[in-house]
């Protein structure tokens, strides 16, 4: 009886700990599965600045692209009236992404 009661809260929180590691590390999964080396994103040899736009889209783009991909996205966070602007706006490799767009509205995307 006693040893139940210890092990629910530990239980509970290993539980959310993985689950917050599946979500925070999501994209970064999803490149290393598909083979994208470091090199890949980071064009220098000991990887230390941030990845360019015009590198996410050499695979991704054009942007008119991306935004023919999420066009039954209601609103397409790729087509909107703040333009072509840098994909760290929202994704993120190696942290969570984020939803640029609640600064001023409240959206509800979920950021590969
Ligand atoms: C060398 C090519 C390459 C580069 C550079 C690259 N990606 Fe990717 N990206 C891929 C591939 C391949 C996939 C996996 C596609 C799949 O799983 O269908 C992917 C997946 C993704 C996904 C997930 C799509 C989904 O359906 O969940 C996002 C978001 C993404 N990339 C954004 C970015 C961003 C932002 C950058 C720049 C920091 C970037 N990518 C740089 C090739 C690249
Ligand atoms: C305003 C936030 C935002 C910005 C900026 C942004 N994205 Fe996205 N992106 C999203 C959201 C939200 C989704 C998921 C849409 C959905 O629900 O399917 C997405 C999905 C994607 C996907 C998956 C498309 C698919 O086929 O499902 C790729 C690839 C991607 N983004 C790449 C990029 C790249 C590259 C850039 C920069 C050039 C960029 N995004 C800029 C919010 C953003
Ligand atoms: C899909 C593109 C992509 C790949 C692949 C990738 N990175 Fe990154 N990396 C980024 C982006 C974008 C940032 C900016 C911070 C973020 O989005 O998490 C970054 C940031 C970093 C930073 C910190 C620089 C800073 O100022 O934030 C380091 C260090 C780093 N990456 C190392 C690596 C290493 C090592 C690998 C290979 C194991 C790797 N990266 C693979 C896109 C990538
Ligand atoms: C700096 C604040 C700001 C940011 C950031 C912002 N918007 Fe807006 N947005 C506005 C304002 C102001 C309006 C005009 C509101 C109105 O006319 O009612 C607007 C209007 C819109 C509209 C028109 C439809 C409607 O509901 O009024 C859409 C769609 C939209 N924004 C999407 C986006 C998307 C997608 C993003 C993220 C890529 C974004 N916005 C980021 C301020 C912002």
Same mark, same amino acid.
């Given at each position: ?9 530990? +239980? ?5 700990? #993985?689950? +917050? ?38 695979? *991704? ?19 909107? *009236? ?8 929202? *994704? ?7 939803? #640029?767009?609640?600064?001023? *509205?409240? +959206?509800? +995307?979920?950021?590969?």
């Amino acid at each position: 009886m006693k040893k139940r009661i210890l092990l629910t809260p530990l +239980f509970v929180l290993i539980l959310l700990l #993985y689950i +917050f590691c599946l979500v925070a590390q999501a994209l970064e999964d999803r490149h290393g599965k598909a083979g994208i080396t470091c090199e890949g994103c980071h064009k220098e040899n000991l990887p230390s600045k941030k990845v360019p736009t015009a590198v996410c889209l050499g695979c *991704h783009g054009p942007y008119s692209k991306l935004a023919q991909e999420t066009n039954k996205v209601e609103p397409n966070p790729h087509d909107s *009236h703040e333009g072509e602007i840098d994909c760290d706006r929202c *994704h993120h490799n190696h942290k969570p992404s984020e939803n #640029y767009c609640v600064g001023c *509205h409240n +959206f509800a +995307f979920t950021v590969p």
